[in-house]
Protein backbone atom coordinates (compact mmCIF):
# COMPACT_ATOMS: atom_id res chain seq x y z
CA UNK A 1 0.00 0.00 0.00
CA UNK A 2 1.07 3.38 -0.70
CA UNK A 3 0.36 6.91 0.51
CA UNK A 4 -2.11 10.38 0.29
CA UNK A 5 0.15 10.39 2.48
CA UNK A 6 -2.23 8.90 -0.64
CA UNK A 7 -1.52 5.42 -2.15
CA UNK A 8 -2.82 2.78 -4.50
CA UNK A 9 -4.86 -0.21 -4.16
CA UNK A 10 -5.89 -3.52 -6.94
CA UNK A 11 -27.29 19.06 13.79
CA UNK A 12 -27.79 18.74 10.19
CA UNK A 13 -27.45 22.21 8.98
CA UNK A 14 -24.21 22.75 11.00
CA UNK A 15 -23.23 19.23 9.56
CA UNK A 16 -23.86 20.54 6.07
CA UNK A 17 -22.22 23.92 6.55
CA UNK A 18 -19.54 22.16 7.72
CA UNK A 19 -19.14 19.68 4.50
CA UNK A 20 -19.99 22.55 2.07
CA UNK A 21 -16.66 24.66 3.90
CA UNK A 22 -14.59 20.96 3.69
CA UNK A 23 -15.38 20.83 -0.44
CA UNK A 24 -15.16 24.48 -0.90
CA UNK A 25 -11.70 24.54 0.85
CA UNK A 26 -10.91 20.92 -0.80
CA UNK A 27 -8.99 17.17 -0.72
CA UNK A 28 -5.35 2.76 -5.27
CA UNK A 29 -5.57 0.89 -7.55
CA UNK A 30 -9.03 0.13 -9.40
CA UNK A 31 -9.42 -0.12 -13.42
CA UNK A 32 -12.28 2.05 -14.20
CA UNK A 33 -11.64 4.71 -16.64
CA UNK A 34 -11.26 8.42 -14.55
CA UNK A 35 -13.81 11.14 -15.54
CA UNK A 36 -12.70 13.78 -17.66
CA UNK A 37 -12.72 17.37 -15.91
CA UNK A 38 -10.59 19.99 -17.27
CA UNK A 39 -9.23 22.60 -14.91
CA UNK A 40 -8.39 26.11 -16.02
CA UNK A 41 -4.83 27.80 -15.87
CA UNK A 42 -3.35 29.09 -13.47
CA UNK A 43 -2.13 33.14 -13.24
CA UNK A 44 0.98 31.09 -12.11
CA UNK A 45 1.74 29.09 -15.52
CA UNK A 46 0.46 32.01 -17.39
CA UNK A 47 3.41 33.99 -16.41
CA UNK A 48 6.05 30.66 -17.33
CA UNK A 49 7.70 30.94 -20.04
CA UNK A 50 8.63 27.69 -22.33
CA UNK A 51 12.29 26.97 -21.77
CA UNK A 52 14.12 25.74 -25.08
CA UNK A 53 16.33 23.18 -23.84
CA UNK A 54 13.69 21.80 -21.66
CA UNK A 55 10.96 22.00 -24.43
CA UNK A 56 13.61 19.92 -26.43
CA UNK A 57 13.64 16.66 -23.83
CA UNK A 58 9.59 16.58 -24.25
CA UNK A 59 8.51 13.16 -26.84
CA UNK A 60 7.22 14.58 -30.14
CA UNK A 61 3.69 12.84 -28.91
CA UNK A 62 3.42 15.79 -26.26
CA UNK A 63 5.09 18.54 -28.58
CA UNK A 64 2.20 17.71 -31.32
CA UNK A 65 -0.44 17.59 -28.98
CA UNK A 66 0.71 20.55 -27.31
CA UNK A 67 -0.49 19.38 -24.30
CA UNK A 68 -0.03 16.93 -21.09
CA UNK A 69 -2.47 15.44 -18.87
CA UNK A 70 -2.86 14.75 -15.42
CA UNK A 71 -5.09 12.74 -13.20
CA UNK A 72 -6.10 14.52 -9.98
CA UNK A 73 -8.96 14.14 -7.32
CA UNK A 74 -9.38 17.62 -6.35
CA UNK A 75 -10.49 16.69 -2.59
CA UNK A 76 -7.28 17.15 -0.85
CA UNK A 77 -6.84 21.26 0.04
CA UNK A 78 -4.29 22.85 -0.05
CA UNK A 79 -3.05 20.49 -3.13
CA UNK A 80 -6.48 19.71 -5.09
CA UNK A 81 -9.58 20.59 -4.59
CA UNK A 82 -12.32 22.91 -6.18
CA UNK A 83 -13.04 26.70 -5.82
CA UNK A 84 -16.43 28.34 -5.42
CA UNK A 85 -16.91 28.04 -9.09
CA UNK A 86 -16.05 24.45 -9.68
CA UNK A 87 -12.62 24.91 -10.83
CA UNK A 88 -10.16 22.82 -10.06
CA UNK A 89 -7.26 24.89 -8.16
CA UNK A 90 -4.50 24.50 -5.42
CA UNK A 91 -0.77 24.07 -5.08
CA UNK A 92 -0.34 20.57 -6.94
CA UNK A 93 -2.56 22.10 -10.29
CA UNK A 94 0.01 25.51 -10.19
CA UNK A 95 2.88 23.48 -10.47
CA UNK A 96 1.61 21.65 -12.65
CA UNK A 97 0.75 24.32 -15.03
CA UNK A 98 3.92 25.90 -14.12
CA UNK A 99 5.73 22.55 -14.89
CA UNK A 100 3.90 21.96 -18.68
CA UNK A 101 4.73 25.75 -19.30
CA UNK A 102 8.53 25.33 -19.25
CA UNK A 103 8.07 22.98 -21.49
CA UNK A 104 6.29 24.27 -23.99
CA UNK A 105 2.72 22.60 -23.60
CA UNK A 106 -0.39 23.17 -21.32
CA UNK A 107 -1.46 20.98 -18.50
CA UNK A 108 -4.71 19.30 -18.83
CA UNK A 109 -6.03 17.92 -15.22
CA UNK A 110 -8.57 15.09 -15.25
CA UNK A 111 -10.50 14.80 -12.41
CA UNK A 112 -10.46 10.94 -10.97
CA UNK A 113 -11.06 9.09 -7.88
CA UNK A 114 -7.67 8.73 -6.41
CA UNK A 115 -7.81 4.97 -6.24
CA UNK A 116 -8.18 5.54 -10.18
CA UNK A 117 -5.10 7.46 -11.20
CA UNK A 118 -2.38 5.24 -11.06
CA UNK A 119 -4.57 2.82 -13.55
CA UNK A 120 -5.42 5.70 -16.00
CA UNK A 121 -1.68 6.43 -15.94
CA UNK A 122 -0.56 2.59 -16.39
CA UNK A 123 -3.80 2.64 -19.29
CA UNK A 124 -2.13 5.56 -20.88
CA UNK A 125 -5.68 7.12 -20.70
CA UNK A 126 -3.62 9.82 -18.30
CA UNK A 127 -0.10 11.19 -19.15
CA UNK A 128 0.93 11.61 -15.56
CA UNK A 129 -0.99 11.99 -11.93
CA UNK A 130 -0.19 14.76 -10.10
CA UNK A 131 -2.87 14.90 -6.90
CA UNK A 132 -0.58 14.10 -3.67
CA UNK A 133 0.73 10.87 -4.59
CA UNK A 134 3.58 9.58 -2.24
CA UNK A 135 6.72 7.70 -3.52
CA UNK A 136 7.58 4.37 -2.10
CA UNK A 137 9.53 1.53 -3.05
CA UNK A 138 6.56 -0.84 -3.36
CA UNK A 139 4.81 2.08 -6.24
CA UNK A 140 8.26 2.11 -7.98
CA UNK A 141 8.57 -1.49 -7.97
CA UNK A 142 4.77 -1.63 -9.60
CA UNK A 143 6.47 0.10 -12.83
CA UNK A 144 6.14 3.75 -11.94
CA UNK A 145 8.64 6.50 -12.20
CA UNK A 146 8.18 9.29 -9.43
CA UNK A 147 9.12 12.67 -10.01
CA UNK A 148 9.95 13.71 -6.31
CA UNK A 149 8.87 17.42 -5.41
CA UNK A 150 7.63 17.88 -1.92
CA UNK A 151 8.48 15.70 1.76
CA UNK A 152 4.97 14.99 3.24
CA UNK A 153 4.35 12.67 6.74
CA UNK A 154 1.25 11.97 8.45
CA UNK A 155 -0.42 13.93 10.98
CA UNK A 156 -3.42 13.71 13.60
CA UNK A 157 -6.70 15.37 13.46
CA UNK A 158 -9.48 15.53 15.91
CA UNK A 159 -12.78 17.46 16.85
CA UNK A 160 -11.88 20.77 18.50
CA UNK A 161 -10.64 20.45 21.91
CA UNK A 162 -9.11 16.80 21.61
CA UNK A 163 -12.39 15.59 23.96
CA UNK A 164 -11.17 12.16 23.97
CA UNK A 165 -7.42 13.51 24.78
CA UNK A 166 -6.21 11.46 21.67
CA UNK A 167 -1.63 11.11 20.56
CA UNK A 168 -0.44 10.26 17.22
CA UNK A 169 2.33 8.68 19.48
CA UNK A 170 0.95 6.06 21.91
CA UNK A 171 -1.90 3.66 22.08
CA UNK A 172 -4.86 5.84 22.62
CA UNK A 173 -5.92 5.43 18.99
CA UNK A 174 -6.77 1.55 20.25
CA UNK A 175 -10.19 1.07 19.67
CA UNK A 176 -10.63 3.88 18.41
CA UNK A 177 -12.85 4.43 14.96
CA UNK A 178 -10.02 6.12 12.62
CA UNK A 179 -10.86 7.87 9.46
CA UNK A 180 -8.85 7.18 6.50
CA UNK A 181 -9.17 8.15 2.61
CA UNK A 182 -9.07 4.75 0.66
CA UNK A 183 -6.15 4.02 -1.18
CA UNK A 184 -3.88 5.57 1.23
CA UNK A 185 -0.53 5.08 3.51
CA UNK A 186 -2.70 5.90 6.60
CA UNK A 187 -5.58 3.43 5.87
CA UNK A 188 -2.66 0.83 5.49
CA UNK A 189 -1.17 2.27 8.73
CA UNK A 190 -3.94 1.35 10.60
CA UNK A 191 -5.22 -1.90 9.62
CA UNK A 192 -1.44 -2.74 9.82
CA UNK A 193 1.33 -1.07 12.08
CA UNK A 194 -1.13 0.46 14.63
CA UNK A 195 -3.66 -2.72 14.59
CA UNK A 196 -0.95 -4.98 15.60
CA UNK A 197 1.11 -2.87 18.44
CA UNK A 198 -2.34 -2.43 19.78
CA UNK A 199 -3.08 -6.45 19.64
CA UNK A 200 0.25 -6.88 21.64
CA UNK A 201 -0.26 -4.42 24.08
CA UNK A 202 -3.46 -6.52 25.02
CA UNK A 203 -5.92 -3.74 23.51
CA UNK A 204 -8.98 -3.79 20.83
CA UNK A 205 -7.37 -2.71 16.98
CA UNK A 206 -8.16 0.83 15.67
CA UNK A 207 -11.21 0.82 13.54
CA UNK A 208 -10.32 2.40 9.70
CA UNK A 209 -13.22 4.20 9.26
CA UNK A 210 -12.66 4.30 5.31
CA UNK A 211 -14.18 6.33 2.73
CA UNK A 212 -13.45 7.75 -0.58
CA UNK A 213 -12.62 11.09 -0.29
CA UNK A 214 -11.16 13.26 1.97
CA UNK A 215 -14.20 15.09 2.01
CA UNK A 216 -15.96 12.14 3.37
CA UNK A 217 -13.49 11.35 5.65
CA UNK A 218 -13.55 15.16 7.28
CA UNK A 219 -17.68 14.81 7.39
CA UNK A 220 -17.65 11.69 8.89
CA UNK A 221 -15.27 13.25 12.13
CA UNK A 222 -17.55 16.17 12.48
CA UNK A 223 -20.49 13.42 12.60
CA UNK A 224 -19.27 11.58 15.26
CA UNK A 225 -18.78 8.24 12.82
CA UNK A 226 -15.36 8.83 13.87
CA UNK A 227 -13.52 9.64 16.05
CA UNK A 228 -10.20 11.03 14.58
CA UNK A 229 -8.47 11.23 11.22
CA UNK A 230 -4.93 10.49 9.91
CA UNK A 231 -3.92 12.41 6.81
CA UNK A 232 -1.12 14.22 5.16
CA UNK A 233 0.32 17.02 7.94
CA UNK A 234 -0.60 19.34 4.90
CA UNK A 235 -3.80 18.48 4.80
CA UNK A 236 -4.36 18.08 8.43
CA UNK A 237 -2.58 21.53 9.60
CA UNK A 238 -4.99 23.30 6.44
CA UNK A 239 -8.37 21.85 7.74
CA UNK A 240 -7.35 22.64 11.36
CA UNK A 241 -7.02 26.42 10.18
CA UNK A 242 -9.94 26.19 8.41
CA UNK A 243 -12.87 24.14 10.00
CA UNK A 244 -13.92 22.77 13.25
CA UNK A 245 -10.84 20.67 13.89
CA UNK A 246 -7.52 21.02 15.64
CA UNK A 247 -4.08 19.07 14.69
CA UNK A 248 -2.52 16.73 17.35
CA UNK A 249 0.95 16.43 17.93
CA UNK A 250 4.14 15.99 15.58
CA UNK A 251 3.97 15.13 11.61
CA UNK A 252 5.53 11.42 11.29
CA UNK A 253 6.69 9.47 9.03
CA UNK A 254 8.10 12.17 5.49
CA UNK A 255 8.35 10.85 2.40
CA UNK A 256 8.09 12.60 -0.69
CA UNK A 257 5.14 13.13 -3.37
CA UNK A 258 5.78 12.66 -6.92
CA UNK A 259 4.52 13.38 -10.28
CA UNK A 260 3.72 9.58 -11.32
CA UNK A 261 4.58 8.56 -14.61
CA UNK A 262 4.92 4.65 -15.99
CA UNK A 263 8.41 3.19 -16.47
CA UNK A 264 9.89 3.64 -19.92
CA UNK A 265 8.97 6.92 -20.28
CA UNK A 266 12.00 8.34 -18.89
CA UNK A 267 12.21 11.23 -21.28
CA UNK A 268 8.91 13.18 -20.03
CA UNK A 269 10.49 12.03 -16.54
CA UNK A 270 13.55 14.11 -16.74
CA UNK A 271 11.40 16.78 -18.60
CA UNK A 272 9.60 17.12 -15.40
CA UNK A 273 12.25 17.19 -13.27
CA UNK A 274 14.09 19.72 -15.33
CA UNK A 275 11.30 22.30 -15.36
CA UNK A 276 10.77 21.35 -11.56
CA UNK A 277 14.85 22.40 -10.94
CA UNK A 278 13.96 25.41 -13.63
CA UNK A 279 11.12 26.33 -10.97
CA UNK A 280 13.46 26.45 -8.17
CA UNK A 281 16.61 28.51 -9.70
CA UNK A 282 14.21 30.98 -11.08
CA UNK A 283 12.39 31.35 -7.60
CA UNK A 284 8.59 30.52 -8.97
CA UNK A 285 9.11 26.90 -6.92
CA UNK A 286 9.45 29.39 -3.77
CA UNK A 287 6.39 31.36 -4.78
CA UNK A 288 3.55 28.46 -4.99
CA UNK A 289 5.06 27.31 -1.80
CA UNK A 290 4.33 30.72 -0.50
CA UNK A 291 1.12 30.98 -2.03
CA UNK A 292 -0.54 27.89 -0.64
CA UNK A 293 1.21 28.79 3.02
CA UNK A 294 3.47 25.41 2.74
CA UNK A 295 5.95 25.60 5.09
CA UNK A 296 6.74 22.32 6.05
CA UNK A 297 7.16 20.52 2.48
CA UNK A 298 9.59 22.41 1.10
CA UNK A 299 12.11 20.04 -0.98
CA UNK A 300 15.55 20.78 -1.52
CA UNK A 301 16.51 17.85 -3.91
CA UNK A 302 14.17 17.25 -6.81
CA UNK A 303 15.02 14.00 -8.03
CA UNK A 304 13.23 10.80 -9.24
CA UNK A 305 12.23 7.75 -7.27
CA UNK A 306 13.80 8.60 -4.11
CA UNK A 307 11.46 6.94 -1.76
CA UNK A 308 13.34 5.02 0.90
CA UNK A 309 10.62 2.56 2.33
Avoid: H
Amino acid sequence: MFTRTRTTTNGAIALMAVATLVAAAGCSSSKSTPSASTGGTSATSAKTTADPALAGLVPQTFKTKGEVSFGTDPSYAPNEFKDDKGNIVGFDIDLGNAVAAKLGLKAKFTEAAFDNILAGVTSGNLDAGLSSVTDSKKREGLGFEMINYLSVGTKLMVKKGNPEGLKPDDLSLCGKNVGVEDGTIQKDEVEGDRADKCKAAGKPAPIAVIQPTQTDVNTALTAGRSDAVLADDIVVDYFAKNSPFDSVGASYGPAPYGIVTTKGNDPLAQAFLGALKSMKADGSYAALLAKWNITVAKYDNFGIDQATS
